[in-house]
């Protein structure tokens, strides 16, 4: 069965500094892998997905990931962290197109200024 | 487009009592899926429909809990009788497709069973 696991519930990164939330997943099948973020109050919103092809995708708000085959990771970053960016992050996996998403336990990004 | 729409936003109930949650999915939208957000146990899946079919119940806690799709624009999730427990964060999404990845999430209803 699939799952994921993300390392930290909390992170903190100062404005203007690089924003890296990890994700490591367990699954039997070529991988489907997502990251939803959730602001305050809201449901979640889907940022960036990987399916098959190109390895490195990019999402709204300047947010990119990786997929790792070898290490089971899709670390997502930013190059630079705005206060917009506090939110809870959700890492994600689904081992078909029909399948139901697995999600993380999230993790809450804290924006320093 | 409205988004996916639920109600009530917060609900606050006693210990017993039936509980009902509503979901009206984005229109044209064949999958709706039924999510719980708690602390200690993050989001879990509890129920999909397809074609307000359901699919998979394995995430429905126990028998207290109970979802219908009578169509396709209006879903509800019931839990009758309610406990302590069941308070959470209840969160609808539907999906274009049984693509699961594309899922929109309406804004969610707190509950709170005293």
């Known amino acids: 069965a699939q799952s994921v696991t993300q390392l930290g519930s909390h992170v903190s990164v100062s404005e203007g500094a690089l924003v890296l939330l990890r994700c490591n997943y367990s699954?039997?099948?070529?991988?489907?892998l997502f990251w939803y973020v959730q602001y305050p109050n809201q449901g979640l919103q889907l940022l960036l997905k990987?399916?098959?092809?190109?390895?490195l995708v990019k999402g709204i708000n300047g947010f990119e990931a990786e997929f790792k085959k070898s290490e089971t990771s899709f670390h997502l970053t930013k190059p630079s962290a705005h206060m917009s960016d506090a939110a809870e992050y959700f890492c994600?996996?689904?081992?078909?197109?029909?399948?139901?998403?697995?999600f993380g336990k999230g993790t809450r990004l804290h924006i320093l200024p | 487009d409205a988004g996916v729409i639920q109600s009530p936003r917060h609900e606050v109930t006693e210990m017993g009592q039936e509980v009902t949650l509503r979901c009206k999915p984005i229109?044209?939208?064949?999958?709706l899926f039924w999510y719980r957000q708690t602390m200690m146990r993050g989001l879990e899946l509890l129920i999909y429909?397809?074609?307000?079919?359901?699919?998979?119940d394995s995430g429905m806690p126990e028998d207290r809990f109970s979802a219908k799709m009578p169509n396709a624009s209006f879903s509800t999730l019931k839990i009758q009788p309610s406990e302590p427990r069941d308070s959470a964060v209840y969160f609808c999404?539907?999906?274009?497709?049984?693509?699961?990845?594309?899922?929109?999430f309406g804004p969610g209803t707190r509950l709170t069973v005293t």
């Open positions: 999404a539907s999906s274009l497709t049984q693509d699961s990845y594309e899922q929109y």
């Open positions: 699954s039997s099948v070529p991988p489907y």
């Open positions: 990987y399916t098959t092809g190109a390895t």
């Open positions: 994600a996996v689904s081992e078909s197109r029909d399948d139901k998403i697995i």
């Open positions: 229109s044209g939208h064949n999958s």
């Open positions: 429909f397809n074609n307000n079919v359901p699919i998979d």
